[in-house]
């Protein structure tokens, strides 16, 4: 049979290792000039694959767990370590290639692609799927560029696009494997919905997940840079948890990202508000009570003076000396709406504490698409079968990955749910 992949990330690749194992001819076309580009840059570098953990899932969390039933986290990893990928499983089951190195799983994916005669095609953007009587036709535009290596000749400039064709590639049976909206630098830009929308499907509402959130600026003044760990929890305007995440949050000068941070995106509504608690960075614990840890520090300042110098009260501003940033000393004061001066009273105390324990702020929005790891919302998955990643509505169509309405935590979750439904796809199509 031939199978034609359109998109070679995690899942294309897995598709269509799968399918050229079953001893199917497979093309895979991708837009990008290199195949597994976004792979080669996740986890900062380092791929983090999978998630041996608990399953944390949204969107269609149920098709998620049904996918990863279907196609199970250590069978995944069977697949990649089958494809000669080390892998080392680090803190709370989060899995990487043992080199550390992202492009090390990309070598090792397109080694089996090429060994398994996989054809793949680069420079190839989808423009739209025919299903026929015996198959399927796609029409594809094929990008030529100008060779890096060669010195532009004056008029062309090296890595130029210098032409394009049409050409009609046939199939059997085609997957879809072309990524969301998130990250359009590496050929994903929500376009590629369009080849499933004109055959019937449909699209739920896409946002950008996994980015910083936009707060109000004022409170953030001199904390961009700064990273803290935090609980972070996300309210609605009407005070009702949307979601809560605890970890490292990065401030930036109109926002908070960190993986904490980002990991919130997904729920942002209009008037929803950021709730930080601060208290692990200043007092090394989120249990303690951050009244009474400020009183105890501003009781020992007291003894120390007065076996030594001076008489003046405790200040807010020495509260702070040795567990604070100067920064977040600043933005804390700030938030309590008391100055470093004033003495450290009872009543400043109380409006300190309630800083510490709750710096909240309004957030605006979110980093668009371009700043996105991942796409919430995608292509209703009612309309695929979570065994076989078939669609139900066009047989010997299928869908894997970024596009379908799954989107997952920071973790490795987002690349094992486009491995495993890449996998189910590529293997459907070996039992035909
Ligand atoms: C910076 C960054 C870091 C990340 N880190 C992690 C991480 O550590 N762990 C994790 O689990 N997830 C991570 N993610 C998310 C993860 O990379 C994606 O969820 C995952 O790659 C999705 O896989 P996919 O195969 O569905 O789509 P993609 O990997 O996005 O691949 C889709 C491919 O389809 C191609 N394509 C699109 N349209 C067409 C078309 N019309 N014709 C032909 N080709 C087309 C694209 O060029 C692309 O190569 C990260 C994402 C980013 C951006």
């Given at each position: 049979?031939?199978?034609?992949?359109?998109?070679?990330?995690?899942?294309?690749?897995?598709?269509?290792?799968?399918?050229?194992?079953?001893?199917?001819?497979?093309?895979?076309?991708?837009?990008?000039?290199?195949?597994?580009?976004?792979?080669?840059?996740?986890?900062n570098?380092?791929?983090?694959?999978?998630?041996?953990?608990?399953?944390?899932?949204?969107?269609?969390?149920?098709?998620?767990?049904?996918?990863?039933?279907?196609?199970?986290?250590?069978?995944?990893?069977?697949?990649?370590?089958?494809?000669?990928?080390?892998?080392?499983?680090e803190?709370?089951?989060?899995?990487?290639?043992?080199?550390?190195?992202?492009?090390?799983?990309?070598?090792?994916?397109l080694?089996?692609?090429?060994?398994?005669?996989?054809?793949?095609?680069?420079?190839?953007?989808?423009?739209?799927?025919?299903?026929?009587?015996?198959?399927?036709?796609v029409?594809?535009?094929?990008?030529?560029?100008?060779?890096?290596?060669?010195?532009?000749?004056?008029?062309?400039?090296?890595?130029?696009?210098?032409?394009?064709?049409?050409?009609?590639?046939?199939?059997?049976?085609v997957i879809?494997?072309?990524?969301?909206?998130?990250?359009?630098?590496?050929?994903?830009?929500?376009?590629?919905?369009?080849?499933?929308?004109?055959l019937?499907?449909?699209?739920?509402?896409?946002?950008?997940?996994?980015?910083?959130?936009?707060?109000?600026?004022?409170?953030?003044?001199?904390?961009?840079?700064?990273?803290?760990?935090?609980?972070?929890?996300?309210?609605?305007?009407?005070?009702?948890?949307?979601?809560?995440?605890?970890?490292?949050?990065?401030?930036?000068?109109d926002?908070?990202?960190?993986?904490?941070?980002?990991?919130?995106?997904?729920?942002?509504?209009?008037?929803?508000?950021?709730?930080?608690?601060?208290?692990?960075?200043?007092?090394?614990?989120?249990?303690?009570?951050?009244?009474?840890?400020?009183?105890?520090?501003?009781q020992?300042?007291?003894?120390?003076?007065?076996?030594?110098?001076?008489?003046?009260?405790?200040?807010?501003?020495?509260?702070?000396t040795?567990?604070?940033?100067?920064?977040?000393?600043?933005?804390?004061?700030?938030?309590?709406?008391?100055?470093?001066k004033?003495?450290?009273?009872?009543?400043?105390?109380?409006?300190?504490?309630?800083?510490?324990?709750?710096?909240?702020?309004?957030?605006?929005?979110?980093?668009?698409?371009?700043?996105?790891?991942?796409?919430?919302?995608?292509?209703?998955?009612a309309?695929?079968?979570?065994?076989?990643?078939?669609?139900?509505?066009?047989?010997?169509?299928?869908?894997?990955?970024?596009?379908?309405d799954?989107?997952?935590?920071?973790?490795?979750?987002?690349?094992?749910?486009?491995?495993?439904?890449?996998?189910?796809?590529?293997?459907?199509?070996?039992?035909?």
């Amino acid at each position: 049979m031939e199978i034609l992949i359109i998109g070679c990330g995690a899942a294309g690749a897995a598709a269509a290792i799968a399918a050229a194992q079953a001893g199917h001819r497979v093309t895979v076309i991708d837009r990008n000039r290199k195949p597994l580009k976004k792979l080669g840059v996740t986890g900062n570098g380092r791929g983090n694959l999978l998630n041996l953990s608990d399953l944390r899932y949204y969107g269609d969390t149920a098709f998620a767990h049904q996918v990863l039933e279907a196609m199970p986290p250590k069978e995944v990893a069977v697949f990649l370590e089958d494809c000669g990928i080390t892998l080392a499983e680090e803190d709370e089951g989060r899995v990487y290639p043992a080199a550390n190195l992202a492009s090390v799983a990309v070598d090792g994916l397109l080694h089996r692609m090429e060994r398994l005669g996989v054809e793949l095609l680069p420079c190839a953007l989808a423009e739209c799927i025919q299903p026929g009587k015996n198959g399927f036709s796609v029409l594809v535009t094929i990008t030529e560029y100008a060779p890096d290596q060669v010195k532009a000749n004056g008029k062309v400039k090296k890595g130029e696009a210098v032409a394009q064709r049409q050409l009609t590639l046939k199939a059997d049976r085609v997957i879809v494997a072309a990524g969301g909206a998130a990250a359009p630098a590496h050929g994903t830009d929500g376009t590629a919905y369009g080849l499933l929308t004109a055959l019937g499907h449909t699209l739920r509402p896409v946002k950008p997940a996994l980015c910083a959130l936009l707060t109000d600026a004022k409170p953030l003044k001199g904390l961009s840079g700064k990273r803290v760990r935090a609980g972070l929890a996300l309210r609605a305007a009407d005070g009702c948890l949307l979601h809560e995440s605890n970890g490292e949050a990065l401030f930036a000068e109109d926002g908070v990202s960190g993986i904490a941070a980002m990991q919130l995106a997904r729920f942002v509504q209009p008037g929803c508000t950021l709730h930080m608690d601060l208290r692990y960075s200043l007092m090394g614990s989120e249990n303690t009570d951050a009244a009474a840890w400020l009183r105890k520090r501003r009781q020992r300042l007291c003894e120390q003076r007065t076996a030594g110098t001076g008489s003046e009260p405790v200040s807010v501003a020495e509260l702070f000396t040795g567990c604070a940033h100067p920064a977040l000393q600043a933005a804390i004061e700030r938030m309590a709406g008391l100055s470093s001066k004033e003495p450290a009273s009872d009543a400043a105390i109380q409006q300190l504490a309630k800083a510490i324990e709750d710096f909240a702020l309004p957030v605006t929005g979110t980093r668009d698409f371009d700043q996105a790891q991942v796409t919430a919302g995608g292509m209703d998955t009612a309309q695929f079968d979570p065994q076989t990643m078939e669609s139900r509505l066009v047989p010997g169509l299928y869908a894997a990955g970024e596009m379908l309405d799954v989107d997952g935590d920071c973790g490795g979750y987002n690349l094992m749910f486009a491995f495993a439904g890449g996998l189910l796809a590529g293997r459907a199509n070996a039992s035909r």
